[in-house]
């Protein structure tokens, strides 16, 4: 904390008044002297005080009211008072309640004094870092607990797309199923990712399943078809071997994600002799 800082001295005793004055006099300190209680909370709402001097004597108001007072309207601003000993029970009982940071004594000590007020004002500055730093911490948490909103609505919403996208699917297999016509899928490393129940009634596939690698389970006509299809990125269409009006269709899905083979009951030729008439993409 700054040595910039502004002391109010309150005292209905003008020779107190004056007397602490002076010993303020070598310092940077702001000095401000009020004769009563009513005058102090004047000063105190036009002026940022840091730190209170009152006398606990006082006519109206005495110094442990005032300074209750004083911490309703400016609990930052540091509170002392100053009273002789036939006093101090009534002074110890404020500094317990809070109302009081320090007593000081009558007739007191120039040194004592300075000393005292320089460890007021930097125990007023570390308040007024800490708060501060709350109100940050608190911005802080403002934005996280925002943030952290909305990424469990991100979360919501993604989590409902996944169950949708995860019905359609059990939609379309399902759907897949009942075609009269067998289906399969193999990725890019030639891993069989997918199988319909009726597949095996066009081709064998020679005990493998689903993460069986094609090229192990499957003929190697078909395993060729495959490989055009995915290498070539075009649809690859023939006759399945030794199965008379069985065809073969071997499309490449986007971007390199492998082929999917469809077998029937097709005319090869003439489903080869359409790929060349219907739009890019179709079969």
Not at 3 to 20: F, G, Q, Y
Not at 224 to 230: F, G, H, L
């Amino acid at each position: 904390m700054s040595d910039h800082s502004t002391i109010l001295i309150v005292d209905d005793e003008r020779n107190v008044l004056k007397a602490l004055r002076r010993l303020f006099i070598d310092t940077d300190y702001t000095i401000l002297t009020a004769g009563s209680g009513n005058e102090g909370l004047e000063i105190l709402r036009e002026k940022e005080v840091h730190v209170v001097i009152s006398d606990y004597r006082m006519p109206e108001m005495n110094g442990v009211e005032f300074l209750s007072r004083v911490r309703e309207e400016s609990p930052e601003t540091i509170r002392m008072i100053l009273s002789g000993f036939a006093d101090a029970t009534a002074v110890v009982d404020a500094i317990n309640d809070g109302q009081v940071y320090k007593f000081l004594a009558k007739p007191w000590n120039d040194q004592d004094i300075l000393s005292t007020v320089k460890r007021a004002i930097e125990h007023y500055g570390l308040q007024c870092e800490n708060l501060q730093l709350l109100g940050q911490l608190q911005q802080t948490n403002a934005e996280l607990r925002t943030f952290t909103e909305s990424l469990e609505r991100k979360v919501d919403d993604r989590t409902r797309d996944l169950q949708l996208q995860h019905r359609a699917l059990e939609v379309v297999r399902y759907m897949v199923d009942l075609l009269p016509a067998g289906i399969l899928g193999v990725d890019s490393d030639m891993t069989i990712v997918y199988m319909n129940d009726y597949l095996e009634k066009f081709i064998s596939v020679f005990g493998g399943g689903l993460g069986s690698q094609a090229d192990e389970v499957l003929e190697e006509y078909i395993v060729s078809a495959i490989r055009e299809a995915q290498d070539q990125s075009r649809v690859v269409v023939q006759n399945v071997d030794g199965k008379d009006g069985v065809g073969m269709v071997c499309r490449p899905l986007p971007r390199g994600g492998g082929v999917v083979v469809l077998l029937g009951y097709i005319d090869a030729a003439k489903c080869a002799e359409s790929l060349v008439t219907e739009p890019s993409g179709s079969i």
